[in-house]
């Protein structure tokens, strides 16, 4: 599952840029094909960014301390439920599920505006899809990929922050 999030995190780049500029080109020539495959990109990149979510989260249940982010974050010995909130434990992570979050509001804004709306919408799934790629560039090419490998697999992971093993770490960052 782990690979497969990694791949579906590389996927999602290209479809986001795809779809960035079918909305927009899709706006300017009024072309509804365009626009409609845009929405969908749209779609297609909150799957994929969920894959990798998922597959972030199975590198935590599954201890692959060959993962920097995993062996930063977790160790054998912390709980299932630690391990699993520990996609946003750090940095990577955090903006891992920051950008999923995005993708699920416009895939919403997306799905309730399909009636509605629609001389807009050329243009925001163009300036969603903007704002999706940037991190996905970010992510992908700024030092933050969460599925950056080890040289070596350590024996055990450094483990959470004591401080941060509590319950309002758990639930802080889906309440924003």
């Given at each position: 599952?782990?690979?497969?999030?990694?791949?579906?995190?590389?996927?999602?780049?290209?479809?986001?840029?795809?779809?960035?500029?079918?909305?927009?080109?899709?706006?300017?020539?009024?072309?509804?094909?365009?626009?409609?495959?845009?929405?969908?990109?749209?779609?297609?990149?909150?799957?994929?960014?969920?894959?990798?979510?998922?597959?972030?989260?199975?590198?935590?249940?599954?201890?692959?301390?060959?993962?920097?982010?995993?062996?930063?974050?977790?160790?054998?010995?912390?709980?299932?439920?630690?391990?699993?909130?520990?996609?946003?434990?750090?940095?990577?992570?955090?903006?891992?599920?920051?950008?999923?979050?995005?993708?699920?509001?416009?895939?919403?804004?997306?799905?309730?505006n399909r009636k509605k709306n629609r001389?807009?919408?050329?243009?925001?799934?163009?300036?969603?899809?903007?704002?999706?790629?940037?991190f996905l560039i970010v992510l992908l090419?700024?030092?933050?990929?969460?599925?950056?490998?080890?040289?070596?697999?350590?024996?055990?992971?450094?483990?959470?922050?004591?401080?941060?093993?509590?319950?309002?770490?758990?639930?802080?960052?889906?309440?924003?």
């Open positions: 599952m782990t690979i497969l999030g990694e791949y579906a995190l590389w996927i999602a780049l290209p479809v986001s840029v795809w779809g960035m500029l079918l909305g927009y080109v899709g706006g300017r020539t009024q072309r509804g094909d365009y626009v409609l495959s845009a929405e969908r990109t749209i779609y297609a990149v909150f799957f994929l960014l969920v894959l990798a979510s998922l597959g972030v989260v199975s590198a935590f249940l599954g201890d692959k301390f060959e993962y920097w982010y995993v062996a930063s974050y977790s160790n054998r010995e912390m709980e299932i439920f630690y391990k699993i909130t520990g996609l946003w434990a750090g940095q990577r992570g955090s903006l891992l599920f920051w950008a999923v979050i995005l993708a699920f509001f416009s895939t919403l804004c997306v799905f309730l001389e807009f919408m050329p243009y925001v799934a163009g300036v969603l899809q903007t704002i999706l790629t940037f090419f700024a030092d933050v990929n969460p599925f950056e490998q080890l040289a070596f697999t350590p024996a055990n992971g450094q483990g959470l922050n004591p401080q941060l093993q509590n319950y309002w770490m758990t639930i802080h960052p889906p309440t924003l």
